[in-house]
Nanobody
Framework: QVQLVESGGRLVQAGGSLRVSCAASGRTFSISAMGWTRQAPGKEREFVARISWSGGSTSYADSVKGRFTISKDNTKNTGYLQMNGLKPGDTAVYSC???????????WGQGTQVTVSS
């Protein structure tokens, strides 16, 4: 199993920047990919970004492409989501997830609240 703990969410003004982190523990050697989703009040969860844990290839939702950057530090077993040019529409609970090699189970963190004020 893998345990994920997000941190870094807070209130930020529109146009500002914020970096949220996702610290992994447990079977971190088995992580194949880490990603971020978000869920705004009254809306469904949506994919934000994903990164391959070994090769580092990335993918992004169109809504954040060019503004958000996903990265990782394998030595710290931590993933990051750098968010620039934040908009009120980015307000949501941001949750990280991890996939393990050879497993169909997706592991989730508890989420961190990001609020963007206009």
């Amino acid at each position: 199993q893998v345990q994920l703990v997000e941190s870094g969410g807070r209130l930020v003004q529109a146009g500002g920047s914020l970096r949220v982190s996702c610290a992994a523990s447990g079977r971190t050697f088995s992580i194949s990919a880490m990603g971020w989703t978000r869920q705004a009040p009254g809306k469904e969860r949506e994919f934000v970004a994903r990164i391959s844990w070994s090769g580092g290839s990335t993918s992004y939702a169109d809504s954040v492409k060019g503004r958000f950057t996903i990265s990782k530090d394998n030595t710290k077993n931590t993933g990051y989501l750098q968010m620039n040019g934040l908009k009120p529409g980015d307000t949501a609970v941001y949750s990280c997830y991890a996939n393990l090699q050879g497993s169909s189970t997706t592991y989730w963190g508890q989420g961190t609240q990001v609020t963007v004020s206009s």
